[in-house]
């Protein structure tokens, strides 16, 4: 620890610098070093990093440094603190042991961790390329909304990065529907990665001002930098299923329509949906209809214009459909953010995928139907265990005694008794 740290700030710019770090930063972790954030002040300005060995970020917020050297803070407690100021300068300085900011009105003390026990921030590794914020963060959104949340299969959380001939390529599954989305960029090297899509949305949601975006990889880490932040991790280290399988079939039937009154539709006929969620999807001369029901809550039925070729009917969930569908730019805002599908296509693959793809959507989609067996069938019933009585003879004693302890030995009707 450096005890000549001091420097002036606006409280804003620094605030805004501590936010971004801590929410890469676990907020309860086994070892309390790794909620701190490093604090190095020099002549450039304030540097802020902070890691929990898998996730890193660096950046950097100017400042007036009056002593240079290096700090170990807790960063939630800074960060809150920052954030309750109502000054507009703040002064930093080290008081023994303590991290003190002071105000033309008040003064705040943090207690200082131990800097030479923190791991470290690494450096980002080699540069792979570039492209285009704008796009990029578009695409990155929409890809990373596909995969799953469940970290049981930590194979399905992530979102694959790979170059793809002139492209950089996007893919992201939860094994019921796929996002793909190719982008134009300017490549340095190679880079095929698999990321955690929950790292890829905090990043998209806090590059919202770049206009460039810079990729770094290797075989086992990741990078994402603009402007003065870095972002790292550690790369999913699992294989990822061919998405090229599932691309390029021809449709069986294709659809063009509006996608805000399909999603109208959807909504409203989605309400009387049974426990599964689906909608059934007919297409017909001129009209997609859209139907659900059930015993307990009724039926629904919609039609919604559009140019159709070919005959079609199956059965998707309704939160997929609905999470595909974006607004025009200038439409209704129900789901802001989001963006336009005008294009339906349901595609012959012995499972009857849905494509989806629009003019103003960063991803094309492709969506699994529910099954049928899902649909309608029932699953067989298990047959229940039969149990012996405790004065039976236990096939586990010798001489066909009765087991001493009273246990019971189950019996599954026409197998072999169970001796667990």
């Not at 134009?184 to 919202?208: C, M, N």
């Not at 003065?228 to 294709?254: C, I, K, Q």
């Not at 297409?283 to 307990?296: F, I, K, Q, Y």
């Not at 214009?305 to 997929?320: D, F, H, I, P």
């Amino acid at each position: 620890m450096d005890s000549s740290v001091a420097f002036s700030a606006v409280t804003a710019d620094v605030a805004a610098a501590m936010q971004a770090v801590a929410r890469f930063l676990p907020t309860r972790a086994t070892d309390p070093v790794l909620t701190g954030v490093l604090l190095t002040a020099n002549a450039a300005g304030l540097l802020f990093a902070g890691t929990d060995r898998e996730r890193a970020v660096r950046l950097s917020c100017p400042a007036l440094v009056h002593a240079e050297g290096t700090v170990l803070v807790p960063g939630r407690p800074l960060t809150e603190t920052l954030r309750a100021l109502d000054e507009e300068q703040v002064h930093v300085a080290i008081e023994g042991s303590r991290l003190a900011l002071r105000t033309a009105r008040a003064r705040f003390a943090l207690p200082l961790l131990d800097v030479d026990v923190h791991p470290g921030v690494a450096p980002p590794p080699p540069l792979a390329g570039r492209v285009d914020a704008g796009p990029a963060l578009r695409a990155l959104t929409a890809v990373a909304g596909a995969a799953s949340r469940d970290d049981a299969l930590p194979l399905f959380t992530g979102v694959r990065i790979r170059a793809h001939g002139d492209a950089l390529r996007l893919v992201a599954t939860d094994r019921y529907r796929l996002a793909l989305a190719e982008l134009p960029w300017h490549a340095v090297g190679e880079i095929d990665v698999l990321v955690p899509a929950g790292l890829v949305t905090e990043f998209a949601r806090q590059a919202s001002s770049a206009t460039e975006i810079a990729l770094h990889a290797d075989t086992d880490r990741v990078a994402f930098a603009w402007a003065d932040h870095v972002v790292s991790t550690a790369v999913l280290a699992t294989p990822f299923p061919d998405e090229n399988r599932y691309l390029g079939r021809p449709g069986d039937a294709t659809v063009v329509l509006s996608p805000a009154e399909l999603a109208a539709a959807v909504h409203r006929v989605g309400l009387y949906a049974d426990g599964r969620g689906a909608v059934g999807i007919d297409l017909d001369d001129g009209e997609v209809r859209v139907r659900s029901g059930s015993s307990d809550v009724g039926e629904a039925e919609e039609s919604v214009k559009a140019s159709v070729t070919g005959r079609l009917t199956q059965t998707y969930r309704t939160r997929y459909l609905l999470d595909a569908r974006v607004h025009r730019r200038g439409g209704p805002a129900r789901h802001p953010g989001r963006h336009e599908i005008d294009r339906v296509q349901h595609r012959v693959d012995r499972r009857h995928h849905a494509a989806l793809s629009g003019h103003a959507d960063p991803a094309d989609r492709l969506i699994c139907p529910v099954s049928r067996r899902a649909r309608g069938r029932r699953p067989a019933r298990r047959r229940p265990w039969r149990t012996r009585p405790e004065s039976a003879a236990c096939s586990s004693c010798a001489a066909g005694r009765t087991c001493a302890a009273g246990r019971r030995d189950r019996w599954r009707p026409g197998g072999r008794p169970n001796r667990s």
